[in-house]
Every structure is written in C-alpha cells, then in structure tokens.
C-alpha cells in the first residue's frame, strides 16, 4: 500500500467514524417527558390529566384546591388511614417528596370548572341544603360548611379543601366514610364529628346544595387565618 | 391496609396425622448483654433492610417494628410480631442466642415452633454474626409497647404442632456454604438472595403442601391471597435474567426500573422497603448470581388454546385498543421509552406462561416505587372502568404476540376474573 493509498484509507476510517459518532449522536434514546403531567398520567383516568375532574360522579376534581389538603390525603391513602384501594394501591411505595410534588401540582392547576348540573332533588331539599351549609344548624351544634370552607366554598390555605366542583353523589359518599370511620383525618378529626351531627336526610340536603353551587370567578382559596374557624382541626394548625 | 408481601402465604397445609408433640424447651442461655457499639448497630440496619423485616414487622402507618399487621393466608390471619426492645411486650428480654435460634430454627425462646410465614427457612442460612448484628440494632430501636395479637387461624391450622410436619417435610436447617468454585462475589449474592433476602418465599412454587422444595427453587409461582405472579428466577421465559446485562439487573433491583423492565406489586414493595438501601457491590452481588440462575433461551412460540378466527379478531380489537391508549407511551413498535416507559417488545414478564401480571397492570395500572435512584416515577393509568373484560383481553393478548413476542392469547373470563383481585 503507497503512502497515499494509507493516508487515504486512514481518513476514510476517521470520516466513518466521525459520522458513526455523529450518527449515535443523532438519534438519542427517546425519554419520557420531564413534566409533572407526564409523572401523574396514572391519575388521569378518574381525575382528569390536570386533576380537571371527569364525567365520573364518584372522582373528585384536584385542581386548585390547596395543597396541604391534597398532601394529607395522599399520605392518608398512602399509609391506608383513608382506604379506597384502587388509590392505596397506587401510592402505596411512594415517598412523601413525590406526594408533596404532586399536591403541589394540582393545587396550582387552574382548569375551567365544569357546568354545574341540574339538581334533582325538591326545592324544599335544596333549601333545607343551603340552610345547613350557610348558617348550620346551632341547635344541635352543627356548623355552617362556610365557617371553614369559605364564604365562595373555595377552601381555606394550607388545608381546608374546596367544595365547588364537587358531585353530589362524591360528597354524599364522604360524609358517610367520615360517619363510618373509612375516612379519617388526624386529631382532633372535626370532619369526624360534623360529619356524625348530620342524618342521612341532611346529608343528602347538603350534598345536594354544594353541587349545585355557582362557580366563583377566583376559585383559589383563601389565605391562611382568614377564617375563625368553629370548632378545631388536626388538619389544619391554627 | 397493606397486604404483607412475603412469607405469608406459604403457611403450610399440613393436614396430616403428625401430633407429635415436641415442643422441646431449649436450655436458655445465660448471657450477659454489653451494650451494642454503634458500628454493630448500623451493620445491623443494613442487614435488617436485606431482610427486609419492616415489610411485616410494622403495621401501616404504624410505630417501627411493634407489629401487629394483619398477614391473611388461606388457613385465617396472622399479625406480626413486636420486635421493639420492650420488656414485656417486645423482645427486650432476650438473648443474642435465643433471637440466633429463632433465625436459624425457627424456634421461639419458650422453644415452641413458629409459623413459616417468618422465613426461617431462609434465615437459617444467615451467618451468627450477621444475626447477632441484627439483634444488636434491634435492641437499639425505641421500645414500643404493644401486646402481641393472637393470630386467627381456623381448625386444624390452629394447632402449632402441625408446623412440625410442615418442617419435616420442608424445613432444612443450616447456614449458608460457600461454593468455593464460584467467585466471591457470586457467593455474596447468593447469600443475600438465599438468606436474608428469602426471594424463594416468592419466587419458589408452593405444592400441594404449603411447602416450597429446595429441588424447584426459584422456578416461580402465584402468589396464594395475592394474586400477583412471581416469575420464575430459573427460566428466561420468564423473570430469569441470563440474558441481562449486569447493568440492567442491578438497576432493576437498585431503583425499580431498567432498560429491560419494571417493578410493580409485591416486588415494588421489596424494593421500597429493601433493595434501595443495598450497597453497589451487594447489588451487584446479587446481580451476578441472578445472572447465573438464568437458564435456557427466551420464549419459543407459544401454542395459543384461543381458535385462530376468534384469535385474529382478538388481535385487530387489541392492536385498535393499543393503538388509542398505549402506543403514546410504550410506542408504535412496543419499544417504550426506557427506563420511564418500560419496553413491551421483548419483555419477558408480557410473554411468559402466566398473563396475571400484564392483565393486573392494564386493570390496575400501577407505580414503581419511589426510590433515591427513581424519586419521581412514572405511573401508569389503570383502565378497569375504561376497558371492558373484551377489550383488555384483546390488548394483552395483542401485546404477548405482537413485534416478536411470543406469548399465547388470553380470555376475557381471564380479564374478568382480575377484577376482583385484592389490590393492597
């Protein structure tokens, strides 16, 4: 081989290998995208992808609603002090960072809420609803839903939830886990005990009336302290 | 609450004659307890996360190794045991010796037999000093008190002398012996993975008995009260890692998810509470003796029982099912996007023999553990209220056939049938 037959050859090799490199480079392995979305695909089904809500009466909308509260109920799923074992499952070997993450996420979604749907029950229901859940009932010592979920029901900073957007079917079943002890909060459990000053009836009357609630035009909930609250919350530190 | 993972559900069915009676009381040993060094104490953490004891010994949202989790078996419900250092309710009056006796034997320090739902039969081939480490941490966690629970086992398995038999039958006392033609390294590994890690517990198939026979060790089997599938460890049809790199198994056991596959289920929660907190030459250990368990080649065309008409028409539902709601993920070509995504294509755990766990992901979906090496992961979507019993049938079966992979068709009585299965 000449000189010039090896120089040759030699740069065929480099400019071979220059354009494998080159080649490798280009085609780099496709990753999952970097985004909390991406991460909560798995929520998605029930809860929408941006904690939207879904057409599924039973799944709650996440969106805005503040983050402590969210945080408490994933650790609650997570540790199964709340049990729903589709959501037990699910969060059950995940490290507290990550749930903090993703309480965190939905509490800043700002989706459109959904149309609110034409309540069913009687007038006489849908009253005796928004007389609970705006002035309580003081004779046998229930407080108005508004005195810590808020004038506009948007919830209170950092751990009381909103209740707009919620359905009927979806807060009628919350309250009978929190009377029959399948929902829990930590000490003192305030949602424990109103939850067991109501009837079915009254629960159905209030189910009723906060689903059928108008949409405010600032759904973010109210700063910390803003309210006096009623009665005492482990969820939420005074 | 959470179900407990390992061990449990391999209670024997012992059902025999076998009232021999020999709860033989061991001589206690008399021995002074110097206070642990802290070095002692921190190997035994180490060790104690190998066993992976917290999985069992720490109820959910419970106070660290008091016990009391409920532990259901097909013969009734056991609860764990408090293995604080509390005096009178925890293990705070024993020995180094009668907790050694109870790893290696299985013996409690009143000498009655215990139930295998506590993997003596891997314990027993942990080291005395390993033990002894274990003990010493133990006795440094804070003293819970907190009375055992009597367990709730039905006639006849409610009678501890049937364990005897049970032992007879499968029970082989002895610490691990190193095999001195193999490296170091491969008998670390297999020490870990025999001993404190008890895989077997899992991924050995029970018989008839309860019992799991060293002869098919690792050959995997369905979890019993579970109803998840642990891959046999043997065969490359199935979770059998001969043709991993090393690389990709550590990753697997390290941070839940690889470049081959996915941890999900019972094997997340071993994970989770364990193999996350292994050294990179123990991981690596391990690795290199999975490695080697890994006989045979991967899947050979499976002869699918489905007829072909109806197993055409399961395909073309399936691959419009796949289509919709998987291809964005796990991509056109099944390819995924590792390790986020795992790949569908040439994954053992779609193809193998038993469809339980495909079937259970696509119902259920599912998170790898969060893990130091995979803090945030990817989860995927269950799709038990989107897909009816025809269509996951079609996208499983479409999956286990599809770009090479050779798995057979499943029902959609298979898929029906899923639903109902305990998920935590």
Redesign the interface.
């Known amino acids: 081989m000449t000189r010039a037959a090896r120089l040759r050859l030699a740069a065929t090799v480099l400019v071979a290998l220059f354009c494998g490199l080159t080649g490798a480079r280009a085609q780099p392995?496709?990753?999952?995208p970097d985004t909390m979305e991406?991460?909560?695909?798995?929520?998605?089904?029930?809860h929408g992808g941006v904690g939207e809500g879904t057409s599924?009466d039973y799944f709650p909308r996440l969106a805005g609603k503040p983050a402590g509260y969210l945080y408490n109920q994933l650790l609650a799923f997570h540790?199964?002090?709340r049990r729903y074992?589709?959501m037990?499952?699910?969060?059950?070997?995940?490290?507290d960072?990550?749930l903090r993450?993703m309480a965190e996420f939905y509490a800043a979604q700002r989706p459109p809420l959904p149309p609110r749907p034409v309540p069913i029950v009687s007038k006489e229901v849908l009253a005796r609803g928004q007389s609970i859940v705006t002035h309580g009932d003081s004779r046998r010592g229930v407080p108005a839903c508004a005195g810590c979920h808020g004038p506009s029901f948007t919830g209170m900073e950092p751990a009381i939830p909103g209740l707009v957007g919620l359905n009927a079917r979806y807060i009628s079943a919350q309250l009978g886990a929190w009377r029959y002890g399948t929902r829990t909060a930590a000490a003192p459990d305030c949602m424990q005990i109103v939850a067991g000053l109501l009837t079915e009836a009254d629960v159905t009357a209030v189910a009723a009336y906060l689903s059928s609630l108008p949409i405010p035009a600032d759904p973010a909930p109210v700063p910390r302290g803003t309210l006096a609250m009623p009665l005492a919350c482990g969820s939420e530190p005074n | 609450?959470?179900r407990p993972r390992s061990g449990l559900d391999r209670i024997f069915v012992w059902i025999g004659a076998a009232a021999l009676i020999a709860l033989s009381h061991l001589p206690a040993a008399a021995e002074t307890q110097p206070a642990p060094g802290p070095a002692l104490v921190k190997e035994g953490e180490y060790l104690s996360r190998a066993g992976d004891c917290i999985a069992c010994h720490t109820a959910?949202?419970g106070a660290l190794f008091a016990g009391g989790r409920a532990m259901p078996t097909p013969f009734g419900t056991l609860y764990s045991t408090n293995i604080t250092p509390d005096p009178e309710t925890g293990i705070g009056k024993w020995t180094a010796q009668q907790f050694y006796t109870l790893m290696h034997n299985g013996r409690s320090p009143d000498g009655g037999l215990i139930y295998p739902a506590m993997p003596f039969g891997s314990y027993t081939k942990v080291t005395r000093k390993d033990s002894d480490a274990i003990f010493a941490y133990l006795r440094a966690v804070p003293p819970v008190h907190a009375a055992n629970r009597p367990n709730e086992l039905r006639f006849p398995y409610n009678n501890r002398s049937l364990i005897l038999g049970w032992r007879t039958l499968f029970f082989q006392e002895g610490e691990y012996q190193p095999d001195k033609t193999k490296s170091d390294e491969w008998n670390r590994g297999a020490y870990l993975v025999q001993g404190l890690g008890h895989c077997s517990m899992c991924h050995t198939p029970i018989n008839a008995l309860g019992g799991s026979s060293e002869s098919r060790a690792f050959e995997g089997g369905l979890i019993p009260m579970q109803d998840w599938y642990a891959p046999s460890l043997t065969s490359n049809k199935e979770a059998g890692l001969g043709e991993w790199s090393i690389k990709d198994i550590s990753d697997l056991l390290r941070t839940g998810i690889s470049a081959r596959g996915t941890v999900y289920g019972p094997m997340?929660?071993v994970?989770?509470n364990s193999l996350q907190y292994m050294t990179d030459e123990d991981t690596r250990a391990m690795a290199v003796y999975l490695k080697s368990l890994g006989q045979g080649r991967p899947p050979e065309a499976a002869v699918s029982t489905i007829p072909t008409a109806e197993s055409s028409l399961l395909m073309r539902l399936g691959q419009t099912v796949y289509e919709a709601h998987c291809a964005t993920?796990h991509g056109a070509q099944g390819r995924g996007?590792?390790p986020?995504?795992p790949p569908l294509a040439g994954n053992q755990s779609i193809q193998m023999a038993s469809a339980v766990n495909p079937i259970r992901l696509v119902l259920?979906?599912?998170?790898?553990?969060?893990t130091e090496g995979n803090?945030?992961?990817?989860?995927?979507?269950?799709?038990?209220?989107?897909l009816s019993d025809d269509e996951v049938a079609a996208v499983v079966s479409f999956i286990r056939s599809s770009w090479g992979n050779r798995g057979d068709a499943v029902s959609a009585r298979q898929a029906n049938e899923l639903r109902s299965a305990?998920?935590?």
């Open positions: 392995a496709e990753r999952a991406a991460r909560v695909l798995a929520c998605a089904p029930c599924n540790e199964g002090r074992p589709p037990n499952y699910l969060l059950e070997f995940l490290p960072t990550y993450k | 609450m959470r959910p949202g997340a929660e994970v989770y993920c996007m590792p986020d995504y259920n979906g599912g998170y790898p553990p969060g803090p945030m992961p990817y989860g995927m979507p269950p799709f038990a209220q989107t305990p998920l935590n």
